[in-house]
């Protein structure tokens, strides 16, 4: 018995191993088959009280969930039409709506890559892709973690998606990611920075500011009631269901935006699905596919109703440049702080609030998506009792809740000199981006912290995490040290490569670096690095263009998050008995000075 009871401990700390460490993997695949190994790793998991791999947790579904076959007939069209001539894809399309081929495709990761870089270009480097005929589980893992994190990055919602969701190709989540993703791609111009002449839609700068906060669905919905009061049509479409069922709205916004197709025929149908067909009929010329049926449009499906307007859109928006000029003084954002804007709204959105972002400096103003994203970092932090929930018409409610979150800031030691909620309500860009960089830093510190049970509660610092990374890489026969997160050597992109590289030695292929000495270079190992990070599990939110000008707030939070999932690693494998490696350096007592340097984002509202 003993010797059993041996015989499965050492099973279980070896099959630990193999799911801890990918590389470690990787060297005993000459000793067990994939069959043999699962088996193990089920019997590691009840033996170790719950611990398993991301992508190979028990598969039990409690619930049926019922699938929209006219959606994944639409979303199959959608596919066909926009990948037939991807050089990996274009074997397996098009697919056959009426079978299971979508969810077989979509089991290896590569399709909802692809499909999350038709939506959003350039999101996922397709070099980091793995794109053989036949994927082992890792590879396969890797490609949906990619996508799971490339899609967070670009203002999807997955809180409920894991990997594993993935790899079973579940048909529920697997088209709630799909339409999610689709829809992105389908409302993208509807904003003004994309496309100006939305401006055209109100009457003065308080109705701009409005129209920056709305969800881009509240836009399609302004836009196309515009066109419908122009029209004469006397109705409100509110929604993309029961508004539009008997096809009458259609009908007279085709007639408006395309009067040279124009015709009373459509109107004059008494069934509402004879209607529906000529509507249809009539977006194809204007070279609108096909992608929902007249009994989907009777019967009112919200997503492809939403999603055939913004094909309207696309195609004839009818709005004119007569105030664009006007407009464009208005904006006066930098690119820079565009960037930051994106990476601070994707990053909020990645966290669950029930309020949903579109414009962080004007859906701040209220107070409490602050206080929403405040208590998802810190649950209890927050004094619900005293906030006000939206939505709020009285401005001293809104300084209340602002009030809130700045205490809160103050209480976690934000440097916050002469700020007050006043500031956030009258939407001061640099002071909102001030505090959230200081709750996205401290939320990455408490989470690293949080992991080191050998530090005695000793808090992170900058200096610990630019020593970690410096020793990491060094440890690994690498030469390359960055001096701090605003090192201009960071541009080039191998200090990154190589700190990855040095966490899992086989997720970066070398055949694919450059030395990174030109800007096409420096684009090429950034877009790689990215892709990387977030294909080996960091969730990341920052752009290519973001390392090649070396932000530094940027480039704290990508090693950062680099340390982070490699200390989940060693923390895990030293549950087990392992030895990690040390995080602290020599070095340690120059931690203030760098620390202070990286993080002086004090907040001062008379600069």
Not at 43 to 67: C, N
Not at 218 to 233: D, I, P, Q
Request: aromatic share 8%.
């Amino acid at each position: 018995m003993r010797l059993r009871l041996s015989w499965e401990s050492q099973t279980v700390t070896w099959v630990k191993k193999l799911i801890l460490r990918p590389s470690f993997g990787w060297q005993c695949l000459g000793l067990v088959n994939w069959q043999l190994y699962l088996d193990l790793q089920g019997r590691a998991v009840e033996k170790s009280g719950g611990l398993r791999s991301s992508f190979l947790k028990a598969t039990t579904t409690t619930f049926h969930h019922a699938i929209n076959e006219s959606e994944k007939a639409s979303y199959v069209a959608h596919i066909n039409n926009y990948l037939a001539e991807d050089k990996f894809l274009k074997d397996f399309l098009p697919i056959d709506p009426a079978t299971d081929a979508l969810f077989d495709l979509a089991k290896d990761g590569v399709l909802l890559c692809k499909l999350i870089n038709v939506a959003v270009p350039g999101t996922i480097d397709e070099r980091a892709i793995n794109t053989k005929k036949v994927l082992n589980p890792w590879e396969r893992n890797e490609n949906h973690t990619l996508c799971l994190n490339s899609a967070k990055a670009i203002g999807c919602t997955v809180v409920n998606i894991g990997t594993q969701d993935l790899v079973e190709a579940r048909p529920h989540l697997v088209l709630g990611l799909i339409s999610q993703i689709i829809k992105i791609q389908l409302l993208a111009d509807l904003n003004l920075k994309k496309t100006p002449q939305l401006v055209e839609l109100v009457d003065d700068s308080q109705e701009v500011e409005e129209l920056l906060s709305l969800a881009p669905e509240k836009v399609l919905l302004k836009w196309m009631n515009f066109h419908l009061k122009k029209a004469g049509y006397q109705k409100q479409v509110t929604n993309f269901s029961t508004d539009l069922k008997d096809g009458e709205a259609y009908a007279h916004l085709l007639n408006a935006l395309a009067p040279e197709h124009s015709t009373h025929s459509t109107l004059d149908a008494k069934d509402p699905t004879e209607r529906a067909n000529k509507v249809l009929e009539m977006a194809e010329k204007l070279d609108c596919k096909r992608y929902l049926t007249p009994k989907d449009i009777v019967e009112g499906s919200p997503n492809l109703n939403l999603a055939f307007v913004a094909q309207i859109f696309h195609h004839r928006n009818g709005l004119t440049d007569s105030k664009t000029t006007t407009f464009a003084e208005m904006m006066t954002d930098d690119a820079e702080t565009s960037r930051e804007e994106r990476c601070f709204r994707f990053w909020m959105n990645s966290l669950g609030a029930t309020t949903y972002v579109n414009n962080v400096f004007e859906d701040v103003r209220n107070g409490y998506v602050m206080l929403e994203i405040v208590d998802k970092i810190f649950p209890g932090t927050v004094n619900w009792k005293q906030a006000n929930k939206p939505p709020i018409k009285m401005p001293f409610k809104q300084v209340e809740n602002c009030n809130q979150v700045i205490q809160i800031g103050r209480n976690l030691n934000f440097s916050l000199v002469n700020v007050a909620g006043n500031d956030i309500v009258a939407g001061n860009k640099k002071l909102i981006i001030a505090f959230l960089w200081q709750l996205m830093r401290f939320s990455i510190l408490q989470l690293l912290k949080n992991l080191r049970t050998h530090s005695q509660g000793k808090e992170i610092t900058d200096a610990d995490i630019l020593n970690w990374a410096n020793n990491k890489v060094k440890k690994a026969g690498r030469t390359s040290q960055m001096e701090s997160f605003k090192d201009k050597s960071l541009s080039s992109g191998i200090f990154f490569l190589e700190l990855l590289s040095a966490v899992e030695p086989r997720v970066v292929n070398w055949g694919l670096v450059t030395k990174g000495e030109t800007d096409e270079d420096k684009k090429l190992n950034a877009t790689y690095i990215i892709s990387v990070a977030r294909k080996l599990g960091c969730s990341i939110f920052l752009l290519p263009e973001d390392v090649i000008e070396v932000n530094q707030k940027m480039m704290l939070t990508l090693t950062a998050s680099i340390m982070y999932w490699s200390l989940q690693q060693q923390e895990a494998a030293s549950d087990n008995g392992e030895i990690s490696d040390e995080i602290f350096v020599e070095g340690r007592e120059n931690e203030t000075g760098l620390s202070g340097e990286t993080s002086d984002v004090a907040v001062d509202s008379e600069s």
